[in-house]
């Protein structure tokens, strides 16, 4: 018998688990979505299971395992409004898509003809104070 070579253990398949799993942790440490001064782990375990009529009968099994960090949360913003008739609505908010601009509701009675398309509010401050 001869010393235990994590190599050429189980055909070579450990050494190339762990190869594939440094690997990831390389990749994890260059993604600039991860927070770059944690730690990133490795493990590997192997438990050894002697069967119990005779202990020259091992089994031996082998888990690689990584601990690498999370990707950075990503956000937005959400508008959630009721329509006044029992239900809610949502929608994914864009600043670009509402820059400076108003939208109002046709009140009831009133032709669409009659009323400004886009409000602009500075011009009815300004003529308030004058």
Do not use: C
């Not at 990749?27 to 730690?39: H, L, R, S, W």
């Not at 509701?105 to 500075?122: N, T």
Request: hydrophobic residues 40%; charged residues 25%.
């Amino acid at each position: 018998m001869g010393n235990f070579n994590i190599q050429s253990f189980a055909g070579g398949a450990v050494a190339e688990q762990i190869s594939a799993a440094i690997q990831r942790v390389y990749e994890n440490i260059a993604d600039p979505n991860t927070e770059p001064e944690k730690a990133r782990k490795l493990t590997v375990e192997l438990t050894f299971k002697p069967h119990k009529a005779d202990r020259t009968d091992v089994d031996v099994f082998a888990v690689v395992k990584t601990r690498l960090q999370p990707r950075a949360a990503i956000t937005s913003r959400m508008i959630v409004e009721g329509d006044g008739q029992g239900n809610v609505r949502a929608a994914e908010w864009n600043k670009n898509a509402m820059n400076g601009q108003l939208e109002l509701e046709e009140a009831a009675g009133e032709a669409a003809e009659d009323k400004p398309s886009v409000i602009d509010l500075q011009k009815q401050r300004q003529s308030a104070t004058v």
